[in-house]
């Protein structure tokens, strides 16, 4: 079938259209890519960073049942009652977590205390390690998922939900209720992190970070 001059100036015209929006598009989709790989990069370096200047804390229950619930808090209460009366002031993360290397045998022990005393003959085995964490919001901070340093406390098999905080800076609620922390502890953290990374864990931010300490 033969096309006018006019059809042919038309479809020519729409195609190139449709040329000119698809390499929009597609700049479009690569400045996007771009751009997500770059903050994904920021979010990777901050998080290693980050990670460098902190000992997170983690206390596992035997299961998700009622009572192996209540008797993790009671290990929490008495292995953060344990590091507030015997930790030395530290100077940096790597410290607290020397600090604390060296005493897991009296953390256990405090653990099985705790746990006797509430009738439980559950084990305890404590050991600080490296561990993957997803990303956690705790009071007005978020962490960003990846690998920390972390003084892990296991009761018996260590198949229920844990309870989780940071020791070092000290970033414990001191009013759970209201989601409180520390101001020195916070303060210390703010020392260790450029104003913008700061900025970037608060959960005002559009990307967040949290935590705790006791």
């Not at 997500?36 to 980050?50: F, I, M, P, S, T």
């Not at 997170?56 to 229950?61: D, G, K, P, T």
């Amino acid at each position: 079938m033969c096309r006018s001059f006019s059809d042919r100036l038309f479809i020519k015209r729409n195609a190139e259209k449709l040329i000119f929006l698809f390499a929009v598009l597609t700049a479009s989709l690569v400045t996007v890519i771009g751009f997500r790989q770059v903050e994904a990069a920021g979010r990777q370096e901050l998080q290693e960073h980050l990670a460098g200047q902190v000992l997170r804390f983690h206390v596992i229950a035997n299961s998700d049942s009622g009572e192996d619930q209540e008797l993790k808090l009671q290990v929490r209460d008495a292995v953060l009652d344990y590091f507030a009366d015997e930790m030395p002031e530290s100077g940096d993360a790597s410290q607290a977590a020397a600090w604390a290397r060296q005493h897991t045998d009296e953390i256990e022990e405090v653990g099985r205390r705790a746990l006797a005393e509430a009738g439980s003959d559950e084990t305890v085995n404590a050991a600080v390690t490296t561990c993957f964490f997803p990303d956690r919001t705790y009071g007005d901070m978020t962490f960003p998922a990846g690998n920390y340093e972390a003084l892990r406390v296991e009761i018996g098999a260590a198949e229920g939900h844990n309870w989780w905080c940071v020791l070092y800076p000290n970033l414990c609620f001191l009013d759970s209720t209201n989601a409180v922390m520390p101001d020195e502890g916070k303060q210390k953290l703010k020392n260790v992190l450029t104003e913008e990374e700061y900025s970037s864990i608060t959960a005002t931010s559009s990307f967040k970070i949290g935590w705790f300490f006791w």
